[in-house]
């Protein structure tokens, strides 16, 4: 991943978001990160998003978002929105590639917001790809 590459894809999902939803979105800042524990990935902070736009353009959202991992080189096997808390104002859009001490945590969450300040979009478990510890 290079940098020319990542402020592409920071202009393309704010063009993308601003498009689907027809008003004015800003991604102010993209994201990439490493955690003590072993997981990683990319955050993309957002301006103008409500949790509304995300549950009505869901489906369109996420092939994008999936298509946004392919392209940045890493599994989309689990991707959420972080809310601000007690609000339904979307901060950011994450995708986590989990480590297995955090796994778990989110494998045994039912329904969507496991947290009040999360949403999540997509989540694999672990054996239905059996992709598991690559990369
Ligand atoms: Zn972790």
């Known amino acids: 991943m290079i940098t020319k590459e990542i402020l592409q894809i920071r202009s393309d999902i704010e063009n993308n978001l601003r498009k689907m939803l027809a008003r004015a979105v800003m991604v102010t800042e993209l994201d990439v990160f490493a955690l003590p524990c072993g997981c990683s990935g990319i ?4 301006r103008g998003l409500e949790l509304d736009d995300i549950e009505v353009f869901e489906e369109q959202m996420l092939s994008f978002f999936k298509e ?23 901060a950011a859009i994450n995708w986590r590639v989990l480590c ?4 778990p945590e989110f494998a045994i969450a039912s329904g969507k ?5 999360i949403y999540i979009m997509h989540f694999e ?10 990369r």
Not at 69 to 90: D, M
């Open 100 to 103: 297995d001490r955090c796994y």
């Open 113 to 117: 917001t496991p947290r009040p300040d």
């Open 68 to 90: 946004v991992a392919s392209r940045l080189e890493i599994p989309s096997s689990f991707i959420f929105a972080r809310l601000v808390p007690g609000s339904s104002v979307v």
């Open 43 to 46: 955050t993309v902070n957002v």
């Open 125 to 134: 478990r672990r054996g239905q790809k059996g992709k598991g510890k690559k």
